[in-house]
């Protein structure tokens, strides 16, 4: 069943419909949300209300083979309206593999990026961890496509040269006293105003300068973090809450409240 065959049998209060749109989608709501708060609690939250929202205002999409566009918009939305000043204090990734050095590295990117503003977090997430470009990138941030463009010229050009400066300060661990020296007073955390200082110390010095040559770009790592699984203590109660209501609303009558649902 492809996305518009999706949403014509939602629509129409197939309940076997709307178990696939949650399976389908849940996961990225969820992991988007995730990304962008950094706060587990807040990142339920958002899944319910987008899945919520999604159900009451399906009939008004007009374009259904870019359902997983829409969904990325809503997210983000429910995601602003519960945003702090600062992200949340989840700021470790889930990790598959071994504790490596491309592990350690991809690590320190993530936490990087959660000191950045909101805004940005959103546009490295949308477009690194979910693939969208162009027109679809532009709707999903809720600007239009000139803007867009300019916040991915400034992605691509501004963060990554200040999460390669963050880097090389972060890995080679103090290992080089003049930039040691250069950081004295500084708290740790990523801004690009003071990674852009890094960078500028890195120009100048032969050490630095390797060591970053020998960097991955630190938006390939970035693209590299896997999906925040949903906790099945959100996934189920969230599953069964939009099958009901679907279900209810068609007149259908199911033999249990977790029809269909798969741990």
């Not at 999409?61 to 600062?86: F, I, K, S």
């Not at 003049?178 to 007073?185: I, S, V």
Request: glycine content about 8%.
């Amino acid at each position: 069943m492809n996305d518009v065959e999706l949403v014509q049998a939602t629509l129409q209060g197939e309940v076997h419909a709307v178990t696939v749109l949650f399976d389908r989608f849940a996961g990225q709501v969820h992991d988007l949300a995730y990304a962008v708060l950094r706060n587990r609690l807040l990142a339920a939250e958002v899944l319910e209300a987008t899945l919520e929202e999604a159900l009451e205002r399906l009939p008004g999409l007009q374009e259904d083979h870019r359902l997983a566009v829409w969904l990325l918009a809503v997210t983000r939305r429910n995601a602003v309206q519960r945003a702090g000043p600062t992200s949340g204090p989840d700021r470790r990734p889930t990790l598959d593999g071994p504790d490596d050095e491309r592990n350690r590295l991809i690590t320190l990117v993530w936490e990087a990026v959660a000191d950045l503003p909101m805004r940005d977090r959103t546009l490295l997430d949308l477009a690194l961890r979910h693939g969208l470009a162009g027109q679809d990138l532009a709707d999903a941030l809720g600007v239009g496509p000139a803007q867009a463009h300019q916040m991915e010229l400034g992605m691509r050009n501004q963060i990554e040269a200040g999460l390669v400066g963050y880097l090389v300060d972060r890995a080679t661990e103090g290992r080089c006293p003049a930039l040691t020296q250069a950081l004295k007073g500084w708290d740790g955390r990523f801004t690009t105003e003071g990674s852009m200082l890094i960078s500028d110390h890195v120009e100048l010095c032969p050490d630095c300068n390797q060591f970053r040559s020998e960097v991955p770009s630190p938006l390939t790592l970035y693209a590299e973090v896997p999906a925040s699984p949903v906790p099945s203590s959100v996934r189920r109660p969230n599953r069964t809450r939009i099958v009901l209501r679907v279900a209810e609303g068609a007149g259908a009558e199911l033999a249990s409240p977790d029809f269909g649902w798969a741990p």
